[in-house]
């Protein structure tokens, strides 16, 4: 019996083939913007998507799934009341009364001050390239493949592997446009594909898991083999795991724990949680918040980047954004809203959540140092690597930055990794935290996250264990 199942997979990909074309896109939305009434402001924003989804499990292929997807907004302003409609289609018809319904929407709604739709700052989109044709040349059959390898390579990784969760392959195309009555015009089109698998090791009665990724424009960037090797090792090193002795040591933080302490930390520099005063980096721009070491920035036209893009959600350019510079606190990531609340202009980092224009990072990452990850090591001579954590977005006050969460990894003695722990808490602030780094590695690696990571050596903090 064949490995493969369902109906879907036999036969070439559907690809994006049938997707609008962006500039198609945009004129669509053109033309919506261009029947705006004397003194009303339209924004629209569409989007279409093609995006496959495949996990193989116990051989063979578990679940398939390619679905197009196609979104509408439309964002109507007249004396500082919007009105906001929403819809699953983009075509003029659609479009059209999405328009009568915004302006309903806008005549029952209050005043706000603020609204205004973006306009141009004349900051030219990154030239970068987003898209990977060769994406929409691999057949399903050859996804599935790529899911059932990674399955069947992370279970001959080791002798002590004994099971994997699930081995994902997933792809996605997607084009988008944004216009409105102020003059922004943007339309781009972008891929992404990526690998994924959690395993289990076991020793005895004793089981850990471990993960891998990948992350591309095209499948032909992922490779089965690494993205297999790092699941087995980090289930493997696990093993044998105990809770560690409490009290204060030095740590290493892996690159994809890094990853995720610099996504959080990008969060609170949001030009909406510092105007509402929800960051405890609010009114703080020249000061001093962390290490001469670390130089912290969101950088969306790096297209190493998976959130990497042309123009945020407004339709403005994206840039790189200096946040922290050599421990200083340069900026906020801000949307027109926010940049005109605080007295500066958008950094190009809006970002649609359903119908609510928010602002976030897209690509964040620390300016890699000069050492290696052996040497950063070295810096903490005795103390802790940390491979994983547990329970960081809710364990963190967002006010304060005070945060407490779960942690496993390996012992370090001399520089070198030894015995591995687990059922461990790390407590600290996250001002601390970054006040307190010895050493900044250079092995940035990205992850499928709005952040990278690097190898992160830091001073004191509070281990309780056993």
Avoid at 179 to 202: F, P
Avoid at 287 to 297: G, I, Y
Wanted: with cysteine; charged share 20%; hydrophobic share 40%.
């Amino acid at each position: 019996m064949s490995a493969r199942t369902g109906s879907a997979a036999a036969g070439r990909s559907p690809g994006a083939a049938g997707l609008v074309d962006p500039e198609e896109l945009l004129g669509r939305a053109e033309d919506l913007v261009s029947t705006a009434r004397p003194g009303e402001q339209i924004d629209v924003s569409l989007g279409a998507s093609v995006d496959t989804e495949i996990r193989a499990y116990g051989g063979a292929i578990e679940s398939l799934s390619s679905a197009r997807s196609e979104g509408a907004l439309v964002r109507v302003i007249v004396d500082g009341r919007s009105g906001v409609a929403t819809a699953t289609l983009t075509d003029p018809a659609a479009l059209a009364e999405l328009l009568v319904e915004a302006r309903t929407n806008a005549a029952d709604a209050g005043v706000d001050p603020t609204a205004a739709v973006a306009s141009p700052d004349g900051v030219r989109p990154p030239d970068i390239e987003l898209y990977d044709a060769r994406i929409e040349a691999l057949s399903v059959d050859d996804k599935a493949d790529l899911a059932l390898s990674l399955e069947a390579a992370v279970l001959g990784g080791d002798a002590r592997m004994c099971g994997v969760e699930g081995a994902d392959y997933g792809d996605s195309v997607i084009v988008s446009a944004v216009a409105n009555s102020a003059g922004v015009r943007a339309a781009q089109r972008e891929s992404g594909a990526g690998l994924s698998v959690y395993a289990m090791a076991s020793d005895g009665s004793e089981t850990q898991t471990g993960f891998g990724f990948a992350v591309g424009r095209s499948a032909e960037e992922l490779s089965v083999e690494r993205t297999a090797a790092d699941a087995v090792e980090r289930a493997v090193r696990l093993l044998g795991a105990t809770r560690p002795p409490s009290g204060r040591v030095d740590a290493v933080l892996d690159p994809w724990v890094t990853a995720q302490f610099l996504g959080v930390i990008a969060e609170m520099l949001s030009g909406e949680e510092v105007r509402k005063g929800r960051s405890p980096f609010a009114d703080r721009l020249g000061e001093s918040v962390a290490s001469p070491l670390l130089s912290l920035l969101d950088d969306p036209t790096d297209p190493l980047g998976p959130g990497a893009s042309r123009t945020d959600d407004e339709g403005l350019a994206c840039r790189q954004v200096g946040l922290i510079d050599g421990g200083r606190l340069t900026s906020y990531l801000h949307n027109s809203v926010t940049g005109a609340a605080l007295g500066t202009a958008s950094t190009g980092s809006a970002i649609r959540v359903g119908s609510s224009l928010n602002v976030g990072p897209r690509a964040v990452r620390l300016v890699p140092g000069s050492t290696t990850r052996q040497g950063v090591l070295a810096s903490v001579g005795d103390g802790i690597l940390v491979t994983e954590v547990s329970g960081l977005h809710s364990g963190v006050n967002p006010t304060s930055g005070d945060f407490s969460c779960g942690v496993e990894g390996l012992r370090v003695r001399d520089g070198e990794v030894a015995e591995p722990i687990r059922e461990a808490i790390v407590a600290s602030t996250l001002q601390r935290m970054l006040a307190d780094v010895i050493a900044v590695g250079d092995d940035e690696s990205w992850f499928p996250i709005d952040a990278a990571g690097v190898s992160l050596s830091i001073q004191g903090l509070s281990l309780a264990g056993s």
